[in-house]
T-cell receptor, first 117, second 108 residues
Framework: DAGVIQSPRHEVTEMGQEVTLRCKPI?????LFWYRQTMMRGLELLIY????????DSGMPEDRFSAKMPNASFSTLKIQPSEPRDSAVYFC???????????????FGDGTRLSIL | SQQGEEDPQALSIQEGENATMNCSYK?????LQWYRQNSGRGLVHLIL?????REKHSGRLRVTLDTSKKSSSLLITASRAADTASYFC????????FGTGTRLKVLA
């Protein structure tokens, strides 16, 4: 089992540039989560997909953030334009969730450390 | 609003001692989960306790849940240097809210 795979592991870019983070969930998992972790705010849920459909994007900070899941094996989180305050570690997690159930653990990737200069 | 708040924020103990971390949450839950995060890595699931359970064991881990107080505790017995990490509780329904974490340092 390869686990959740995120790329890139590190990204350094200048303010105003577009940033795309990628995630490959564990095969067979039908739920995917994007989180952001900072020292000040801890781990924040940005968006949650179930069966490739966005269910809850209430955590997406603003319109500069967008996420897609075109198929069961791939998701992207895009920031355009990026700002220094977007600097954080972004995690993707997946789980196998039955409808109406939250009793499945989430499996996390190792994150993308994003620095916006 | 944050669902889980861990206490203490940081804990430093000697190898072989027990470590206890507490978590409080704000709303009704289906279950509560504990995760560990090593530096520079993603979170790893440790144990899940359902809302109708009061205590659960897994190896050196013991988790308790008190739904009347909306609190949970994680006990790591006979700690090892490799247990040094941050520990988070997570609770919710279809989505999980993670607490602020307890940073545990086990000194050899």
């Amino acid at each position: 089992d390869a686990g959740v795979i995120q790329s890139p592991r590190h990204e350094v870019t200048e303010m105003g540039q577009e940033v795309t983070l990628r995630c490959k969930p564990i095969s067979g998992h039908n739920s995917l989560f994007w989180y952001r972790q900072t020292m000040m705010r801890g781990l924040e849920l940005l968006i949650y997909f179930n069966n490739n459909v966005p269910i809850d994007d209430s955590g997406m900070p603003e319109d500069r953030f967008s996420a897609k899941m075109p198929n069961a094996s791939f998701s992207t989180l895009k920031i355009q334009p990026s700002e220094p305050r977007d600097s954080a570690v972004y995690f993707c997690a997946s789980s196998s969730r039955r409808r109406g159930s939250s009793n499945q653990p989430q499996h996390f990737g190792d994150g993308t450390r994003l620095s916006i200069l | 609003s944050q669902q889980g708040e861990e206490d203490p924020q940081a804990l430093s103990i000697q190898e072989g001692e027990n470590a206890t971390m507490n978590c409080s949450y704000k709303t009704s839950i289906n279950n509560l989960q504990w995760y560990r995060q090593n530096s520079g890595r993603g979170l790893v699931h440790l144990i899940l306790i359902r809302s109708n359970e009061r205590e659960k064991h897994s190896g050196r881990l013991r988790v308790t849940l008190d739904t009347s107080k909306k609190s949970s505790s994680l006990l790591i017995t006979a700690s090892r240097a490799a247990d040094t990490a941050s520990y988070f509780c997570a609770s919710g329904t279809y989505k999980y809210i993670f607490g602020t974490g307890t940073r545990l340092k086990v000194l050899a």
